[in-house]
């Protein structure tokens, strides 16, 4: 057996991709603002290229071979006709055009001090993770004073920014001049990568004039997937849309630069090509109207997909759906223990356990897949030792299936009494908002649970619906056991007390019970202790004429423990 190093991850470093390297990952230049011909085949070059990847399930990509379910899908690129803002970035641009030489792209401060901030850097301690962020905030505060720069002694002029994206130089006279993309690239090339350090930047992973973008990555197809309309009609992903609007754009441009148009008018659609830009990485930016669908419906663009309750952390990481779950109202029942939850018949025939098949418990499982889907205990799978899964339920000889059943056959069986389920309410704001419960499976149509244990959860029983949970591996199960047991979550860390105890009825009841003027007959004493369990020698009555009685504390002492002590 081969031993396999096991590798440790140490960190996770992020960067911004130059533009070589958008090229080198790109598979084709996407030009066409088209995406489809006549034919209803991606045009070559288009947004919809073979080479990006596929969607129809019996085509295979241009690029790896691979049909759809095995292609990554592969980043195409678009050659901007003249270099943008990313959005992203604009605070970081004003940022270092502020803080440096406009001429020398040197840090606006005497060489000293900037040979002084490098040696507090270099002696940076783990103890002090904020020293680097301190040094930048002083040093932006101190540069944005300097009217000459210390290197060359050439003036400076005062930058004014205007959200999202314009920059504009105020000379000396009061004038103001506009800083275009291309002199604002220009002017971050000039930075040397030793004041980038102490801006914050590490000049070996990210340049800033990277900010500025001269080619425009294309995601895969399979990021914006076109779906084909019940009446045929191809219907685009936002994505592919936008995309779309940022070539029209841009080839108008490179027409327009070609032809020799006036440069107010190529300077217009320039910065149509940024707004396109703009909305295509983030369409909420203030500032700026927001890019709508024909249909008037803004359009859903990078930015959004990530962002918010629906975006992919929230939505699609955080909080997906799961197999193995259900979910339906709650309902009372004092009879189940407080680690037990009552989960409906029709439930428990629907949730599955995977259990291997052993020598041991072969004849109980014969039985289930005899019982089959219908009848609880039954089971709904059986995964042959060759990875084939037969369902119960078309299985037309189950008896012979039941008896080919060997050591390697997986049954799926029911949901049964004992087994282990994490049951949850939301919103889970602690964590006994997941608790292990063992299944007593119980008629009708909702999850039962003890009383005492709605605190936790903050539950009550107007209509109040929870989710339950089956763990489908051996770990998974051990886990619940060990670490989320009802027993185990009694006492809250919130406040170091217990979390359930008798609550309502219960004190209710026990008070009523321990009342002095409470009197129990013999039948009624011994058919109350039984129901709780207690075996053992019945006490003397406290009442021997007419008939023999007992108090409602006789009663309650049985249960307390024989070396139970304690003196109010």
Same mark, same amino acid.
């Given at each position: ?203 070996? &992973?990210? /340049? !800033?004039?990277?900010?500025?973008? $001269?080619? +425009? ?6 990021? =914006?997937? *076109? ?67 024909? &249909?008037? /419906? !803004?359009?859903?663009?990078?930015? $959004?997909? +990530? ?6 952390? =929230?939505? *699609? ?252």
């Amino acid at each position: 057996m081969i031993e396999e190093g096991v590798k440790t991850i140490d960190a996770i470093k992020f960067s911004v991709f130059s533009p070589n390297e958008i090229r080198k990952y790109s598979v084709a230049e996407i030009s066409a603002p088209e995406t489809y011909d006549e034919d209803g085949m991606p045009v070559t070059g288009g947004l919809m290229d073979s080479r990006l990847g596929t969607l129809e399930p019996g085509q295979k990509c241009a690029t790896c071979g691979n049909t759809s379910a095995r292609c990554p899908g592969h980043f195409g690129h678009i050659e901007l006709a003249e270099p943008v803002l990313h959005i992203a970035f604009v605070e970081d641009i004003r940022k270092i055009l502020v803080s440096t030489c406009r001429y020398c792209g040197r840090l606006l401060l005497p060489q000293e001090e900037i040979d002084a901030y490098h040696a507090k850097l270099a002696e940076k301690k783990p103890s002090a993770p904020t020293l680097a962020e301190e040094i930048t905030k002083e040093i932006l505060a101190k540069t944005k004073k300097v009217k000459v720069c210390p290197h060359c002694n050439k003036p400076q002029y005062e930058i004014e920014f205007t959200k999202p994206t314009t920059f504009h130089e105020i000379t000396e006279w009061g004038g103001a001049t506009r800083l275009l993309p291309a002199a604002i690239r220009e002017r971050l090339e000039r930075v040397p990568d030793d004041d980038l350090r102490l801006l914050g930047y590490d000049p070996s &992973s990210t /340049r !800033p004039e990277w900010f500025v973008l $001269q080619v +425009l990555p294309v995601p895969p197809v399979c990021v =914006r997937p *076109s779906i084909t309309l019940e009446s045929g009609i191809r219907s685009e992903d936002d994505l592919t849309h936008k995309l779309v609007d940022i070539l029209r754009v841009n080839q108008r441009v490179k027409e327009s630069k070609e032809s020799g148009t006036p440069p107010l008018i190529v300077q217009d659609l320039v910065d149509l090509l940024q707004y396109q830009v703009t909305t295509y990485f983030d369409n909420e930016v203030s500032g700026i109207p927001q890019a709508h669908h024909r &249909s008037g /419906r !803004p359009l859903k663009t990078l930015s $959004q997909r +990530l962002k918010g309750k629906e975006g992919r952390f =929230r939505g *699609s990481l955080s909080g997906k759906r799961v197999d193995f779950s259900s979910r339906t109202v709650i309902s009372p029942d004092a009879n189940l223990d407080i680690c037990e939850v009552g989960v409906p018949y029709e439930v428990a025939k629907k949730l599955t356990i995977p259990e291997k098949v052993a020598p041991w418990n072969i004849e109980f499982l014969k039985q289930l897949v005899l019982n089959g889907p219908e009848k609880h205990p039954g089971a709904n799978y059986v995964t042959r030792p060759d990875g084939v899964k037969i369902r119960l339920d078309y299985a037309s000889d189950r008896s012979a299936l039941a008896e080919s059943l060997g050591p390697g056959y997986i049954v799926e069986r029911h949901l049964m009494d004992g087994d282990i389920v994490l049951f949850n309410r939301q919103p889970s704001l602690h964590r006994m908002s997941i608790m292990a419960h063992f299944v007593k499976v119980l008629p009708y149509r909702t999850f039962r649970l003890n009383p005492a244990v709605c605190p936790p959860y903050n539950a009550d029983f107007d209509g109040d619906e929870m989710n339950l949970h089956v763990p489908q591996s051996e770990e998974a199960r051990a886990e619940a056991l060990m670490l989320m047991r009802v027993q185990d979550q009694i006492i809250s860390p919130r406040y170091g007390g217990p979390i359930i105890g008798a609550i309502r009825d219960y004190l209710t009841a026990a008070y009523l019970l321990t009342h002095d003027s409470t009197r129990l007959t013999k039948e009624e004493f011994t058919n109350l202790a039984l129901a709780g369990g207690y075996v053992g020698p019945l006490p003397e009555p406290i009442e021997k004429t007419p008939e023999p009685l007992y108090s409602g504390k006789q009663l309650f002492s049985l249960f307390l423990p024989k070396d139970f002590n304690y003196v109010m």
